[in-house]
């Protein structure tokens, strides 16, 4: 009897303990029930991991039969009868691969990942909201014209996510939800104007205000000035500039100079601050954002026909940023290229006619404004022009999972924008990507309809709001053409956006927006080919007005229009080889330098041994080479050595500066007995050659202790540098890391410390009499982990090979064998 | 005999568990518990069948293509071994539908017992 009752209480114990558990989320554990669920569970993921070879689906609201073919790339061609009918199966064959991701971005543009991650999310979620991103989205979506092109299209596309979502069951769901206890939620247009706000800030480009604030406290005013200047002094730009070479303009480089007292008063009341990282803005180190596109005219081409070779480069995720599509209606659509999950339309692509690629032009559009408020801890007004303005309240609100509160935030607004407290100071800020129009997606439906570069990039220049990009394109009448399209700012004043503004009067607000005719542009060019690298686009002597000063470094520029200007025929495959080019133009300007330093300097065993190696060095960043190692060591003691005077100042307590690029170093170099090279703690004098032998000798014996002798394994390329590629829930096993890559600092494939940025989608085009075009993107078209469609693409990536598009007319021009996939999607029956 | 009706519940198991979800373990063993003779064994029928049953939908799984590609995703995920989630499942429904059965079964007792007059 007493082991009976006894038995009863040890079952109900574990019924209690295992219902729970089973039903509930317990510590970071999902509910273990649907967990481990064999037939709904985690394990039954598996079934849905592949395209079934022939399926059905509705969708509400479609008004005729749309058939679904993919190929054995994975690449769904759409053939539809009118245009919102293609663009409901986009939604729907998008999120059938992708619809974690679709969530998953849109939710980390509208400050809502807590809702499906949990609290870890918070401090994300909170700087979204900061920013005012969901506010600007919520606004748009208000204030949309219901009537429109966009909304139809932007609807007709939630139609078909929707679809999708709700007619799966449990054992369907993406492996992330079951990994999170957690169900898709509903897309609307919301979203998308979400997701567009992200793709801004992911591209949010320009320095940080107190930049200069923070070298002049140490080096005085004219030195801050001259290390960061708002032009590039090596002038390589966008626009063709009549120049057959890089230009370099003389740059008086000021010694330095004594702390500038009103900066160093400025920055005790802001602290050791960047805004942008107090802002959670994306912090990027160079080259990671290293997007390359350019184009060829006929004139240049083996074949006659116009290139154009696309490359952007952002954050490496998987499954990746962009899903590849082809959209047909006939007589109105025939578009392919690539779309971003969760926006409706192709975003890079061609159509029969015409083919288009973006760079991102880093242009300054967002500026910081110091405010004056009534209350130094919860202000209700603002001072404008001597009058108090009331500021705008908004509550903030974030959830958990589970629907619950975890916190309230108080966010207020001036006329401008969010205002924010950072230490003291009362700081707000305008961006252009908060003014965006909610008709962004229209932009890409009349691309995919463009006949010609120069239609295309009138509609962009139309209707295109931010983020800034350069547009290139081509098309097969011949022509070549690229716009820097976007919204940038017309301050009054000097008209720089980089320095805090007074936000106190309305004189410093923005007066308008530059006309097109201003933008950095080039129709057909007398040189026979186009080239963008994020350079600064003008060229300051056709153009100085204030632009932007977080243009890239011009060596990924030179490179391209180095390679473009010494072939004459050019091929699509020599595009191809382009994009992962390993020479890098950042080492031969510096490389010559150190080897003549290293043979005028003292004959020290470590220096002539390195001298040797980089005179050696054929300067090719390919995973094999054994230099690389030794002269990025050389440039980051170099770094070190020549701007000492930029370091803390332990004396006066002052925090370190900003580092100026490797583009003023170069300028350096031409001036081998300037102040600069001078030490500020020796006694002796340096000089150019001394701080260059310096730096190199170092190095060595630094990368000889780290990694033994130079002719070891260790000093290959392939094992400093390597890419990886994250899942979006950063997940070690459904991420691929560690992959070695040719190419490097400066060079058309660079690379970045941590290896997360690269190449998002290689393309070449042929713009003959039938299209021709060859691509490929990190990843694969499926984001089920389980699917061999998840990373299909990686090898080809990585070795800088392209897959050829096929581009059907029609489903019968798909060869049976290629295949893989058919999809039939008909109207939902009431 | 115990273990044909382990079967028998088994597949009782299989359709429930696809049809509606992890949760009709407990339920069905408790009607099994219920509904089956006193000192019949109930119990560990249903643990035996909650196990079979399972079983049978964890292998079917393992037996896809793509089940390996899934293994290391989610062992990685998990930072378990898959084959251990695999034994972890087949012990959340073993012990689910023993401890729901064992507890179900004297019920029936207290239910069917003659009544005092």
């Given at each position: 009897m007493r082991s009976t009752r006894l038995g009863s209480v040890i079952a109900l114990i574990v019924l209690a303990v295992l219902g729970y558990a089973g039903a509930r989320p317990v510590g970071p554990l999902p509910p273990l029930g649907p967990l481990l669920d064999?037939?709904?569970g985690i394990l039954a993921s598996v079934h849905s991991a592949e395209l079934p070879p022939l399926s059905e689906g509705s969708i509400p609201g479609l008004q005729g039969p749309v058939s679904v073919t993919y190929d054995d790339r994975g690449v769904p061609h759409i053939f539809a009868s009118n245009t919102d009918d293609a663009y409901r199966a986009l939604g729907y064959v998008v999120a059938r691969d992708r619809l974690f991701q679709i969530e998953m971005q849109t939710r980390a543009g509208g400050g809502t990942l807590t809702e499906l991650v949990?609290?870890?999310a918070l401090p994300l979620d909170q700087a979204t909201r900061a920013l005012g991103m969901p506010r600007s989205a919520e606004g748009r979506v208000a204030d949309a014209?219901?009537?429109?092109p966009t909304w139809r299209m932007a609807s007709a596309y939630a139609a078909g996510v929707n679809a999708w979502r709700r007619q799966l069951s449990r054992r369907d769901y993406p492996l992330e939800y079951k990994l999170l206890g957690r169900a898709p939620y509903e897309y609307t247009v919301l979203e998308m104007q979400h997701l567009q706000n992200r793709m801004g800030y992911t591209l949010a480009?320009?320095?940080?205000?107190l930049r200069h604030v923070r070298a002049a406290a140490l080096v005085g005013r004219a030195a801050a000035d001259a290390l960061f200047p708002?032009?590039?002094?090596?002038v390589e730009p966008l626009?063709?500039?009549?120049?057959s070479a890089p230009r370099r303009d003389p740059t008086v480089l000021p010694p330095?100079?004594?702390?500038?007292s009103t900066s160093v008063a400025l920055l005790k009341a802001f602290g050791p601050v960047n805004l942008r990282v107090a802002l959670g803005l994306p912090q990027r180190g160079p080259d990671a954002v290293g997007s390359n596109n350019w184009a060829v005219a006929p004139a240049r081409s083996a074949s006659g026909h116009a290139l154009l070779a696309g490359d952007p480069h952002l954050e490496l995720t998987l499954p990746s940023i962009w899903y590849e599509a082809h959209l047909v209606v006939p007589d109105s659509m025939d578009v392919y290229g690539v779309t971003i999950?969760?926006?409706?339309?192709?975003v890079i692509g061609f159509n029969r006619d015409v083919a288009w690629t973006f760079t991102n032009v880093?242009?300054?559009?967002m500026d910081f404004y110091l405010e004056t408020v009534?209350?130094?801890?919860?202000?209700?007004r603002y001072r404008l022009d001597g009058a108090w303005t009331p500021l705008e309240r908004r509550v903030e609100r974030f959830y958990a999972?589970?629907?619950?509160?975890?916190r309230e935030d108080t966010m207020r607004y001036t006329h401008r924008g969010p205002l924010r407290r950072i230490n003291e100071q009362w700081i707000s800020h305008r961006w252009t990507v908060l003014e965006t129009?909610?008709?962004?997606p229209e932009v890409f439906d009349k691309a995919a309809r463009a006949r010609s570069a120069t239609e295309l990039l009138d509609h962009m220049a139309e209707q295109y709001f931010a983020p800034a990009q350069n547009m290139l394109a081509a098309d097969r009448g011949g022509m070549i053409a690229v716009r820097s399209t976007g919204r940038y700012p017309v301050r009054a004043?000097?008209?720089?956006?980089d320095e805090l503004r007074d936000?106190?009067?309305?004189?410093?607000?923005?007066?308008g927006y530059w006309p097109v005719?201003?933008?950095p542009q080039s129709f057909a060019p007398a040189q026979g080919f186009l080239a963008s690298a994020?350079?600064?686009?003008?060229?300051p002597k056709v153009q100085p007005r204030y632009?932007?000063?977080?243009?890239?470094?011009p060596w990924r520029a030179i490179r391209i229009n180095e390679l473009l200007r010494e072939?004459?025929?050019?091929t699509a495959d020599d595009m191809r080889a382009y994009q992962t080019n390993p020479r890098s133009a950042r080492a031969d300007e510096f490389v010559p330098a150190f080897v003549n330093a290293a043979r005028n300097g003292p004959p020290k065993p470590s220096l002539v041994r390195a001298g040797q190696l980089l005179a050696d060095w054929d300067r090719e960043y390919t995973?094999?080479?054994?230099s690389a190692v030794l002269f990025e060591a050389a440039m980051t003691n170099l770094s070190r050595l020549l701007w000492?005077?930029?370091?803390?100042d332990d004396e006066a307590g002052t925090p370190a500066g900003p580092i100026p690029s490797d583009m003023m170093t170069a300028v350096l170099?031409?001036?081998?007995?300037?102040?600069?090279?001078?030490?500020?703690?020796?006694?002796s004098v340096e000089t150019r050659d001394d701080i260059l032998a310096d730096a190199l000798e170092a190095a060595y014996d630094d990368v000889v202790a780290q990694?033994?002798?130079?002719?070891?394994?260790?000093?290959?390329?392939s094992q400093h540098r390597t890419a990886s590629i994250n899942h979006f829930l950063r997940i070690a096993s459904l991420s691929r890391r560690d992959i070695p890559m040719q190419g490097g600092s400066g060079t058309l494939n660079p690379s970045t410390?941590?290896?997360?940025?690269?190449?998002?989608w290689r393309m070449v085009v042929e713009l003959g009499p039938e299209i021709a075009a060859m691509a490929t993107y990190p990843g694969?078209?499926?984001?089920?982990?389980?699917?061999?469609?998840?990373?299909?693409r990686l090898a080809k990536w990585t070795a800088g090979q392209l897959d050829t598009l096929r581009v059907p007319r029609?489903?019968?021009?798909?060869p049976a064998a290629m295949r893989r996939a058919r999809l039939m999607l008909s109207p939902t029956r009431n | 005999m115990l273990f044909f009706r382990a079967i028998g519940v088994g597949v009782a198991m299989v359709a429930a568990t696809w049809l509606?979800?992890?949760?009709t373990v407990p339920v069905l063993a408790a009607a099994y518990g219920f509904f089956?003779?006193?000192?019949?064994?109930a119990a560990s029928e249903a643990a035996l069948g909650a196990v079979l049953g399972w079983g049978a939908l964890l292998a079917w799984n393992a037996t896809h293509p793509a089940f390996g590609r899934l293994s290391s995703a989610v062992g990685g995920a998990l930072t378990i071994p898959t084959v251990v989630l695999m034994l972890i499942a087949l012990a959340f429904a073993g012990l689910l539908a023993w401890a729901a059965a064992r507890l179900a079964t004297p019920q029936r007792r207290a239910v069917t017992a003659p009544r005092p007059r």
């Open positions: 064999p037939a709904n949990g609290e870890v014209d219901t009537t429109t480009s320009s320095e940080d205000e708002t032009h590039a002094p090596i626009q063709p500039n009549g120049q330095p100079g004594t702390p500038d999950p969760g926006l409706p339309g192709i880093g242009a300054d559009v009534d209350d130094p801890i919860g202000p209700t999972p589970d629907g619950t509160l975890m129009s909610a008709r962004e004043g000097n008209g720089r956006g936000g106190s009067v309305r004189t410093s607000d923005w007066i005719s201003d933008y994020n350079q600064e686009p003008l060229d632009m932007g000063t977080d243009w890239e470094r072939n004459s025929a050019v995973t094999q080479n054994r000492d005077e930029l370091r803390q170099l031409t001036q081998p007995n300037h102040a600069w090279w001078n030490m500020r703690r020796t006694s990694f033994g002798e130079p002719d070891t394994e260790a000093w290959n390329w410390g941590a290896g997360t940025h690269g190449a998002s694969g078209q499926s984001g089920h982990p389980a699917s061999v469609r998840y990373d299909d029609s489903e019968a021009e798909i | 509606l979800g992890w949760w089956r003779p006193p000192e019949s064994g």
